[in-house]
């Protein structure tokens, strides 16, 4: 089974307007952590956000915030007033077990392609 | 602020040619880590490393190697190289205590012909 699944392989937005890229996953660990990556077309990782298994607040940086719904088992990205250097693919990712543990690594989802109209 | 480097950015390898990736990072960072990335998917781990002289396999460490003489620099070798080992691969490091956030460098464009 997947454990990082993004349904939207592409996904257009209006410039200004707000945009949410889909994100589940699947763990039994009770102690992990969700990252959302931007990688534009120049190829960089850029870390965008960071919410724990165990955050009672969802996350927010800036213009990004985090839709944590445990239950779930989703946490969406949500970008407000997109721009158009916000086009980009973007990953979610996430770390089974505590950060303490290096072997603790990264499982990324397939991606979304997101483009923003002028 | 060099955070994590990588060295070369771009490679064409005959079948059956040898390399070393290399990447280094500024950041005394304990954790690090080599992914590869195949067109249109996300990353996959080859190998990582908790710390100088310590490596393990990840997901996908079949034909490759990896060394960790330094906390600064962690190599990945291709021996024999092959068709398949065509992707972008990249390097990263964090924190071993509250290291959430991982740093990448700007990825190795290898193509194996």
Redesign the interface.
């Known amino acids: 089974a997947q454990k990082i699944t993004q349904t939207q392989p592409g996904m257009f937005v209006q410039e200004k307007e707000a945009v949410t890229l889909d994100c589940t996953y699947d763990t039994s660990d009770p102690s992990y952590g969700l990252f959302w990556y931007k990688q534009p077309s120049s190829g960089e990782m850029i870390f965008l956000i960071y919410q724990g298994s165990y955050d009672q607040q969802n996350a927010t940086e800036g213009r990004y915030s985090l839709n944590f719904q445990k239950a779930r088992k989703s946490a969406n990205l949500v970008i407000s007033a997109s721009q158009l250097g916000d086009s980009a693919m973007y990953f979610c990712a996430m770390r089974e077990g505590r950060a303490s543990n290096a072997g603790n690594m990264l499982t990324f989802g397939g991606g979304t392609r997101l483009m923003v109209k002028p | 602020n060099a955070g994590v480097t990588q060295t070369p950015k771009f490679r064409i390898l005959k079948i059956g040619q040898s390399m070393t990736l290399q990447c280094t990072q500024d950041m005394n960072h304990?954790?690090m880590?080599w992914y590869r990335q195949d067109p249109?998917?996300?990353?996959?781990?080859i190998y990582?490393?908790?710390g100088a002289g310590i490596t393990?396999k990840?997901e996908v460490p079949n034909g490759y190697n990896v060394s960790r003489s330094t906390t600064e620099d962690f190599p990945l070798r291709l021996e024999l190289a092959a068709p398949s080992q065509t992707s972008?691969y990249?390097c990263?490091s964090?924190q071993?205590?509250?290291?959430?956030?991982?740093?990448?460098?700007?990825?190795s464009?290898l193509t194996v012909v």
């Not at chain 2, 249109?40 to 781990?45: C, I, N, Q, S, V």
């Not at chain 2, 071993?96 to 990825?107: A, K």
């Open positions: 304990n954790y880590y249109g998917m996300g990353l996959k781990l990582y490393s908790v393990d990840g972008v990249f990263a964090r071993q205590v509250s290291g959430n956030t991982i740093y990448f460098g700007e990825g464009w």
